[in-house]
């Protein structure tokens, strides 16, 4: 039995928790007790994922119970595509038909796909209401939950619409892991890798070593996996809440060019966003080793420590029929884009130091990427 740790996210007057555990769920009206004081009168609102209110919203209504609340849910159909503004026109059209206040906080349980809708929908609410993230996949757990980034994507790419809004608590509870499928653990698991390649060589190589561990949601392994990577982002946020002195966009690596295949793909299920980010991982460390900035030994290494988990890691694996030059078209709406036009892209140096590379030549990366289709 492992024990719960507590992350503190630094941020002044934003400062939050974010607890890791086993069994988080059941203990819910106690450790989220301050949050739920506005509730004595009135019922708890949660907006879920469906699959994930179907496996843990139970755990949740009974700790709530026991405690004297009741909850009154709001569900959120899975996938990508709720993240958009009908379904954010929806959700804080329910809100405010509820009478949520400035005061009030909302409760998300689900992945990134709700966490970001959710905490969009809480940035703007009446200017703003408080939120508490209740993560329930690897990848809401060791990234999207934590440092406030929220929004929906739009017809001209993924968070093109959004916020930083940072929540109040983050209750990552390892047991919702035991009902996410394969898949999306491995989706989640890229973006742990991503905090080893991006600036923690001593996480990368233990991940090399136990990575097949993690993904059997064994409890010590998984734990260590999970707290790592918070504590990695946590430290980032505090330095760069909002992305303007480039430790944040360090967090990036792998998602200029994940972003471009996730928008190619439809930001559908054929690529999920982790999957995206493992091979845009794999791109960026290829791009470097023909930049001559990392050994061609070193980028075979991160592809191998993807690859070898069941994510992609070869861009040809995707059956895309389309040319880099398309891909870079996606690229000219990243949010790094400055009006120069300059995209800066976050490359390696080696395994664990990601840097921000501003001398990037789109056709260079346009003709790469041709490489790498052919
Ligand atoms: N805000 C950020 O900093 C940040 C960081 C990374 C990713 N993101 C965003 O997060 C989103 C991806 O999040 P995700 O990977 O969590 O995907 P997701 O929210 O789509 O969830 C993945 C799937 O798992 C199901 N599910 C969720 N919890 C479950 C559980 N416990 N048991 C069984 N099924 C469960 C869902 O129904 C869904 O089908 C993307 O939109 C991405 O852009 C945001
Ligand atoms: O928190 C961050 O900062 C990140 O970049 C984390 C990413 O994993 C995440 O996918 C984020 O939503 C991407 O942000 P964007 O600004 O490129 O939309
Ligand atoms: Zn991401």
């Known amino acids: 039995m492992t024990l ?32 739920l004081k506005s509730y004595a009168t009135r019922p708890v609102p949660i907006v879920a994922d469906v699959n994930a209110r179907d496996h843990h919203g139970p755990r949740i209504e009974a700790s709530l119970a026991k405690a004297g609340f009741e909850a009154v849910w709001y569900d959120v159909p899975s996938g990508e595509a709720s993240k958009s503004w009908s379904g954010l026109e929806k959700l804080t059209d329910w809100l405010l038909s509820l009478g949520v206040t400035r005061s009030d906080h909302v409760f998300a349980l ?106 059997t949601r064994a409890h010590k392994p998984l734990q ?76 075979a290494r991160a592809a191998q420590a993807i690859g070898t988990t069941g994510l992609p890691s070869q861009i040809n694996q995707l059956g895309l029929t389309c040319d880099g030059a398309r891909l870079v078209d996606h690229m000219r709406h990243d949010k790094k884009m400055e009006g120069t036009g300059t995209l800066p892209f976050l490359l390696l140096k080696g395994l664990g130091e990601a840097y921000m590379a501003r001398d990037v030549a789109l056709d260079d990366v346009a003709e790469f990427l041709d490489e790498e289709l052919a």
Not at 7 to 25: K, P
Request: with cysteine; hydrophobic share 45%; aromatic share 6%.
């Open 4 to 35: 719960a740790e507590t992350i503190r996210v630094e941020l002044g007057g934003r400062s939050y928790d974010v607890i890791v555990g086993a069994g988080l769920l059941d203990q819910i009206a106690d450790l989220a007790g301050p949050f």
């Open 110 to 215: 689900g992945g990134g796909v709700v966490g970001d809708l959710v905490g969009f929908a809480c940035a703007i609410l009446k200017r703003g209401c408080g939120f508490v993230q209740l993560p329930t996949t690897l990848l809401s757990q060791v990234d999207s939950s934590v440092g406030g980034k929220t929004a929906i994507n739009t017809a001209a790419g993924k968070n093109m619409i959004g916020a930083f809004h940072q929540p109040s608590l983050v209750l990552a509870d390892m047991d919702t892991l035991t009902t996410l499928p394969d898949r999306e653990m491995r989706a989640g698991y890229a973006e742990v890798i991503k905090y080893g390649l991006l600036g923690d060589r001593e996480f990368f190589d233990w991940l090399e070593a136990n990575g097949a561990q993690v993904l």
């Open 224 to 299: 260590h996996a999970i707290a790592t990577s918070i504590r990695a982002k946590a430290r980032i946020v505090s330095e760069d809440e909002r992305e303007t002195s480039g430790a944040r966009a360090l967090l990036n690596l792998g998602h200029t060019f994940g972003h471009a295949l996730e928008a190619e793909t439809g930001f559908s299920d054929r690529l999920l966003h982790g999957e995206a980010v493992a091979l845009g991982m794999v791109l960026a460390a290829r791009f470097s080793a023909r930049r001559g900035e990392i050994s061609r030994d070193d980028a």
